[in-house]
């Protein structure tokens, strides 16, 4: 699916930036970019957070019986999410 959607998602872009005429100095322009990356990243974050990270630390046969292994992958992956945030905020 998300190789279907995304050439359609490009060309719509595309579409629309071209018909209504892109201008980075308009404040319209700007906060309508910030709503649409904010957007996209919860969309990003939700869907790493349900599919891939649930699978991995819920039904994951070798993390189960192995109580220290799962809290060190939470303790990993706080840290990991926290570096990123400091990188976003700073880049």
């Given amino acids: 699916m ?3 959607t995304t050439p359609i998602g490009i060309v719509l872009g595309m579409i629309i930036f ?3 005429g ?5 404040p319209k322009t ?3 970019e ?6 996209l990243l919860g969309i990003l974050i939700c869907m790493v957070l349900m ?4 699978l991995d630390f819920f ?3 070798f993390m189960t019986p192995h109580t220290w292994l799962k809290k060190a992958s939470f303790i990993t992956f706080a840290l990991g999410s926290t570096s ?3 990188l976003i905020i700073w880049a």
Wanted: net charge negative; glycine share 6%; aromatic share 6%.
């Fill in 51 to 54: 599919d891939l990270i649930e």
């Fill in 84 to 86: 990123i945030s400091i």
């Fill in 22 to 26: 892109y201008n980075d100095n308009n």
């Fill in 30 to 32: 700007l906060i309508m």
């Fill in 18 to 20: 071209t018909v209504t």
């Fill in 59 to 61: 039904h994951n046969k």
């Fill in 2 to 4: 998300f190789s279907a």
């Fill in 34 to 39: 910030g709503l649409l990356g904010s957007m």
